[in-house]
């Protein structure tokens, strides 16, 4: 069965450190890969996406995510957290159908 | 220009009620997707259309939960006999095509809760 896995519920970070959040996925051919966040109060905002070609894909808000075939991992990192970066991101796959298969979702907190 | 929104923004109802969830997409945007969304997962896919016709409703827990979007625009939820586990948010996407790659845009969400 398709699956994304987020093996972190929750993340934190002091404010200005790097950030990794962590995404398994389980599809039979390589998926279609993306990064959503949700702020409180506000619907889900892509932040990236990979479908091909180069592995390390550049987001919003200073994101960037690395595709691993050999790990089915698409981690999200971002360099230098701030405050406002806190937030329940998801990790979420599509292959040759249409709906997404989101991630449980990491919630990341960031401490001043 | 304006995003998906969702009407309403909360709802409470009484098990064994039935309730509507409206969902208003962008304009142009052919394909429209439901969510649901329980306390502290992921969002879970209920069912997809392309145009009028829902072309993939496998995410439909039971048939007490049917959709329509009649004339490709809005679409509207519709929960019959509500019972306490249908307590969601429930979250409406539109993309510009069906293609899997394109983005999803996403609206705030209705927040059912069923006594």
């Known amino acids: 069965a398709q699956s994304v896995t987020q093996p972190d519920i929750h993340i934190t970070v002091s404010e200005g450190a790097s950030l990794e959040l962590r995404c398994n996925y389980s599809?039979?051919?390589?998926?279609?890969l993306f990064w959503y966040v949700q702020s409180p109060g506000q619907g889900l905002q892509l932040l990236l996406k990979?479908?091909?070609?180069?592995?390390l894909v550049q987001g919003i808000k200073g994101f960037e995510a690395e595709f691993k075939r050999s790990q089915s991992s698409f981690n999200l990192r971002k360099p230098s957290v701030h405050w406002s970066d806190a937030a329940e991101y998801f990790c979420?796959?599509?292959?040759?159908?249409?709906?997404?298969?989101f991630g449980g979702g990491t919630r990341l907190m960031v401490k001043p | 220009g304006a995003g998906v929104s969702q009407t309403p923004s909360n709802k409470v109802t009484e098990k064994g009620k039935y309730v509507e969830l409206r969902c208003d997409p962008i304009?142009?945007?052919?394909?429209l997707y439901w969510y649901r969304q329980s306390l502290g997962q992921g969002p879970e896919f209920l069912i997809y259309?392309?145009?009028?016709?829902?072309?993939?409703d496998s995410g439909l827990p039971n048939d007490r939960f049917f959709a329509v979007r009649p004339e490709g625009s809005v679409s509207t939820l519709k929960i019959q006999r509500t019972e306490r586990g249908d307590s969601a948010v429930y979250l409406c996407?539109?993309?510009?095509?069906?293609?899997?790659?394109?983005?999803?845009?996403f609206g705030p969400g209705t927040r059912l809760t069923v006594l």
């Open positions: 599809y039979g051919a390589t998926p279609y």
């Open positions: 259309f392309q145009g009028t016709g829902a072309a993939d």
């Open positions: 304009s142009g945007h052919t394909a």
């Open positions: 990979y479908f091909s070609g180069d592995t």
């Open positions: 979420a796959g599509n292959n040759a159908g249409n709906m997404l298969t």
């Open positions: 996407a539109s993309s510009i095509s069906g293609v899997p790659y394109n983005e999803q845009f």
